[in-house]
């Protein structure tokens, strides 16, 4: 069955570094997303993407987050400037368009944790 | 703004037995979907049921069906014949018909007793 991968499965930075969490969404699938979840709260939007343009973003995702799509394949997110409140499992998901009738697919999610 | 609440953090079951998960929404949209996330603790989010809300009829999964209530805008789970497997953290979530991002509740904690 087709899948989302995510790399890395955990990473560790320093407050102010930057990182890319990087996501391969299933093949055919159009539609992109990154989701975030705070140790022990509930999982929260970030951003959605789609013909490699953001369609829309959470109050979250501020000028210190970005998405990019490089090579066809790869969805990144990157965060300029860590803070410890960044610390948080990230998921990445796709759709083979617009959810609600078609089903969102996530990967296994990327440990960020801040020191 | 569309609201989803999950109202019990925790619940236990006897294996074989049955749980029901409850869950209730806001909004004020015709044209929704709900789902059923399950998180294990590897804590990859799997999808384990789906409703369309212009259906009257309840979604059904296996072991696994809801409770879709339009009117009193509630969608509980209820897990039949309860496995080991089944313990893990139960999300609900809610999506506008029109708009591509989830809207998940807190979370609740099952878990399954041998």
């Known amino acids: 069955e087709p899948e989302v991968t995510q790399t890395p499965s955990h990473q560790v930075t320093q407050m102010g570094q930057e990182v890319i969490l990087r996501c391969v969404p299933i093949?055919?699938?159009?539609?992109f997303y990154w989701y975030r979840q705070i140790l022990g709260q509930k999982v929260e939007f970030l951003v959605s993407?789609?013909?490699?343009?953001?369609?829309?973003k959470s109050e979250i995702f501020d000028d210190q987050f970005s998405v990019e799509r490089p090579d066809g394949s790869n969805f990144t997110l990157k965060i300029r400037s860590t803070k410890l409140e960044d610390s948080a499992m990230y998921f990445c998901?796709?759709?083979?368009?617009?959810?609600?009738?078609?089903?969102?697919?996530f990967g296994a999610g990327s440990r960020l944790t801040v020191l | 703004a569309q609201t989803v609440t999950q109202s019990q953090p925790e619940m236990s079951v006897q294996e074989a037995e049955t749980v029901t998960l409850s869950c209730t929404y806001d909004?004020?949209?015709?044209?929704?979907?709900l789902f059923w996330y399950k998180q294990p603790p590897s804590r990859q989010m799997i999808l384990v049921i789906r409703?369309?809300?212009?259906?009257?009829q309840n979604a059904t999964e296996n072991r696994f069906s809801v409770n879709f209530q339009k009117a009193a805008k509630s969608f509980s789970l209820k897990i039949s014949d309860s496995q080991l497997g089944d313990a893990a953290m139960y999300f609900c979530?809610?999506?506008?018909?029109?708009?591509?991002?989830?809207?998940f509740g807190k979370g609740t904690k099952l878990s399954v007793k041998p």
């Open positions: 993407f789609y013909n490699n343009e953001i369609s829309e």
């Open positions: 409703q369309e809300a212009y259906k009257q």
């Open positions: 093949s055919n699938h159009l539609y």
């Open positions: 998901a796709s759709s083979p368009d617009r959810i609600g009738a078609n089903v969102l697919t």
């Open positions: 909004t004020s949209e015709s044209d929704y979907y």
């Open positions: 979530a809610y999506i506008r018909g029109s708009q591509g991002n989830l809207i």
